[in-house]
Nanobody, 126 residues
Framework: QVQLVESGGGLVQAGGSLTLSCIAS????????MGWFRQAPGKEREFVSA????????HYAGSVKGRFTISRDNTKNTVYLQMNGLRPEDTAVYYC???????????????????WGQGTQVTVSS
């Protein structure tokens, strides 16, 4: 069992920044991929970004590329999502997920993830 706890959400004006954190209870060498997804009201949960825990590779959804940065701190079992240039359309609940044995090339697929956090709300005002 892996527990994930997100934090760092809040209300910010368009153009502002937030940093989300996700702390994993599992030993990090058990984890293959850490990812961030988001879900806006009335919409499906969508991929935002993923990080390969062992190799450090990253990739991003086109809508956030160049504005968001995913990173990790191995010593703290924590993954971060630095969000700059926020837009009203970024408003959503952001979820952290972990895949224990997922395929990196499918890391944008929700079903690849074994565990999820409870989510943190990000609201961007115009």
């Amino acid at each position: 069992q892996v527990q994930l706890v997100e934090s760092g959400g809040g209300l910010v004006q368009a153009g502002g920044s937030l940093t989300l954190s996700c702390i994993a209870s599992a030993r990090t060498f058990d984890v293959s991929i850490m990812g961030w997804f988001r879900q806006a009201p009335g919409k499906e949960r969508e991929f935002v970004s993923a990080l390969s825990w062992t190799g450090g590779s990253t990739h991003y959804a086109g809508s956030v590329k160049g504005r968001f940065t995913i990173s990790r701190d191995n010593t703290k079992n924590t993954v971060y999502l630095q969000m700059n240039g926020l837009r009203p359309e970024d408003t959503a609940v952001y979820y952290c997920g972990t895949s224990l044995s997922g395929n990196w090339f499918l890391s944008h697929i929700r079903s690849q993830y074994d565990y999820w956090g409870q989510g943190t709300q990000v609201t961007v005002s115009s």
